[in-house]
T-cell receptor, first 116, second 114 residues
Framework: EAGVAQSPRYKIIEKRQSVAFWCNPI?????LYWYQQILGQGPKLLIQ????????DSQLPKDRFSAERLKGVDSTLKIQPAKLEDSAVYLC??????????????FGPGTRLLVL | AQSVTQLDSHVSVSEGTPVLLRCNYS??????LFWYVQHPNKGLQLLLKYTSAATLVKGINGFEAEFKKSETSFHLTKPSAHMSDAAEYFCVVSDLRGTYKYIFGTGTRLKVLA
């Protein structure tokens, strides 16, 4: 079974530029998550989708970050404009379960972003 | 509110000796708990999970963890460390209501000495 795919793996941009990351979850997984992992910290949830609807985006900086999952499968996370403090690894995860109950999340390899 | 505390930011062990990575949690409800491992430049891989069944949970690569409600702990152990175990380990709590979102600890970096 193919895992969660992410691209690109690495990206270097200058501040105030824009950048986009792509994620393709495990086939059949209804829930998709984007996390930000700053060096030396645990991942922080940015946004959670169930199918193509947003479940939780309370920690997404909406003035510069946006995300979509138009067809309920793959997803794009965008930053515009980027700031130095956005340098981090952006992880995508997906889970199978719907409704109530524990959802085991499976993670992609991440996109490492460096903002200069 | 749920939270998780990993008591050691760095742990060093010699190859072949036991590993203990400590995790304490706080949860208003019965939690689900997970341990993930992250090797350099890799994503997070699930080691094991506790979801209110057996309190001793066995995972991959010889790791196991014991859920102790009275101590609010979920420590990760392995009898004998291998060089390939060197990585970052994250303890995660997920409450059983709402969005079931993950709350991550700050991580423990395990170093294995030859």
């Amino acid at each position: 079974e193919a895992g969660v795919a992410q691209s690109p793996r690495y990206k270097i941009i200058e501040k105030r530029q824009s950048v986009a990351f792509w994620c393709n979850p495990i086939s059949g997984h209804a829930t998709l998550y984007w996390y930000q992992q700053i060096l030396g910290q645990g991942p922080k949830l940015l946004i959670q989708f169930q199918n193509n609807g947003v479940v939780d985006d309370s920690q997404l900086p909406k003035d510069r970050f946006s995300a979509e999952r138009l067809k309920g499968v793959d997803s794009t996370l965008k930053i515009q404009p980027a700031k130095l403090e956005d340098s981090a690894v952006y992880l995508c995860a997906s889970s199978l379960e719907l409704g109530r109950g524990v959802k085991t999340q499976y993670f992609g390899p991440g996109t490492r972003l460096l903002v200069l | 509110a749920q939270s998780v505390t990993q008591l050691d930011s760095h742990v060093s062990v010699s190859e072949g000796t036991p590993v203990l990575l400590r995790c304490n949690y706080s949860s208003s409800y019965s939690p689900s708990l997970f341990w993930y491992v992250q090797h350099p430049n890799k994503g997070l891989q699930l080691l094991l999970k506790y979801t209110s069944a057996a309190t001793l949970v066995k995972g991959i690569n010889g790791f196991e963890a014991e859920f102790k409600k009275s101590e609010t702990s979920f420590h990760l152990t392995k009898p004998s460390a291998h060089m390939s175990d060197a990585a970052e380990y994250f303890c995660v709590v997920s409450d059983l209501r709402g969005t079931y979102k993950y709350i991550f600890g700050t991580g423990t970096r395990l170093k294995v000495l030859a």
